[in-house]
């Protein structure tokens, strides 16, 4: 929380003099504003989403956060909520309207079609695995948990056995030395990380998978060759 927040609400909790109704109620109140104020900051970041993904694709591009969501079903690992869906549509084309019908990302649908789309999520995963580089079309730098991250095997789950490391950071905290990125072989290494906030693309496209926003290295050992695909 700011701190000209936490500042407020303590003023707000201290004895003031006010009869315990009055405070409580001013106590509320400030709640309130903190969380409609949090809504509007969520539903102006959904707009923008939606408008950058319209001018990338040339179409309309809708995204839906808040309220809208409560009409997804999806199982997610412990820690991690839905923040945001954008783009949602069947393989087949169609595209849902999840304001009046409800879908499932965890089920393909009767013809066998899943549910593709944009998604936010947020939270954070403490996970031991190995980090690897392996150069391919979709990125060089993937993360690989040892255990899996989600137990319940859905449509959705397959989403979560590989972490696409974007970031140009990675290779420093990961200490992976120029040299060995150089040879474009593969080389991987144990590691301890707690990675915060994902994008997450589910489609067709090299670019599909999940990425976390930060990554925190807890441990992470020297690495050595091993074999693609593998």
Sequence with gaps: MPDHVQSGYASLTRPTGLPDIMRNTLLIAACLALTFAGAQANATECQSRSALLTHHYGRPVSCHCGAELANVEVTLPKGLVLARACNLRFSDGRSPDIRQERISLDR????????????????????????????????????????????????????????????????????????????????????????????LLVNESDEAGISPRTIKVINVSGFSACKRGE
């Design 108 to 199: 393909y649908d009767s013809a066998g079609n899943a549910i593709y789309g944009e998604f936010l999520l947020k939270g954070e995963l403490h996970l031991t695995g190995y980090v690897r580089y392996e150069p391919s079309d979709g990125g060089d730098l993937w993360f690989r948990p040892s255990v899996p991250v989600l137990q319940r095997q859905t449509a959705f789950e397959p989403n979560f056995r590989f972490f696409a490391l974007r970031q140009q950071s990675a290779y420093s905290k990961f200490r992976l030395a120029k040299h060995l990125r150089a040879k474009g072989d593969c080389f991987q290494a144990k590691a301890e990380v707690v990675f915060r906030g994902f994008e």
